[in-house]
């Protein structure tokens, strides 16, 4: 019931741009992303909710695809602030109640 | 603001001991979840609170059980560890109904059983 992180990992050099994607088999009610650094706990990046409010941050931007069910992260002009071990999290209705599950997460790396 | 506190950060049992992690928010956040983290797993739902008295399952409940008696404080009680509890646990807490508001994290609680 976990959504599905792709790719699993990537480096790239300072500058250049990233794009991190989430799927999911249930329908979606909204779609979170999160950072974490190693080491210390997540934090939030942006919240996508169904019908296309968002709640984001600084230079980060995201995109919400209720029909197929799928989010993308949008990472561009990296910054070594940028590595971490990023965090989609879906919300669905599992088991009769509408809960949020969180994918197994995209290492990213980024070298000067 | 104290935000979200966890305790201990870091504890070792002996299998079939118990032991409750503490969590705590300051917040006056409804919704309260517990979620263990594991290599490679991400992050898993253990329970989760939408108010104080009211409390559910989440993808992996075996093995704990919660309680919310204040909408400040939500513990995870290990009722027989065994080594597969062995992860981080992290408590995390959002203004409302969970799932389209901004999920604040704890710091996390190392677990080791032995």
């Known amino acids: 019931q976990q959504p599905v992180q792709s790719p699993q990992a990537v480096i790239l050099r300072e500058g250049e741009d990233a794009v991190i994607n989430c799927s999911s088999s249930k329908a979606l009610y909204s779609v979170h992303w999160y950072r974490q650094k190693h080491g210390e706990a997540p934090v939030f990046l942006m919240i996508?909710?169904?019908?296309?409010e968002q709640k984001g941050h600084e230079k980060i931007s995201a995109s919400f695809n209720e029909k197929k069910q799928q989010s993308s992260l949008y990472l561009t002009a990296s910054q070594l602030s940028y590595s971490g071990t990023y965090f989609c999290?879906?919300?669905?209705?599992?088991?009769?109640?509408?809960?949020?599950?969180f994918g197994q997460g995209t290492r990213l790396t980024i070298n000067p | 603001n104290a935000g979200v506190t966890q305790t201990p950060k870091f504890q070792v049992l002996k299998t079939g001991q118990s032991m409750t992690l503490q969590c705590a928010q300051d917040m006056n956040h409804e919704y309260m979840s517990w979620y263990r983290q594991d290599p490679g797993m991400g992050l898993r739902l253990i329970h989760y609170s939408v108010g104080a008295g009211i409390t559910d399952q989440g993808e992996v409940p075996n093995g704990y059980n919660v309680s919310r008696s204040t909408t400040e404080d939500f513990p995870l009680r290990l009722l027989s560890a065994a080594p597969s509890q062995t992860s981080v646990y992290f408590c995390a807490s959002s203004y409302s109904k969970g799932t389209t508001y901004e999920q604040y994290f704890g710091p996390g609680t190392r677990l080791t059983v032995t």
């Open positions: 999290g879906v919300a669905a209705i599992i088991q009769g109640a509408q809960k949020l599950v």
């Open positions: 996508l909710l169904k019908g296309g």
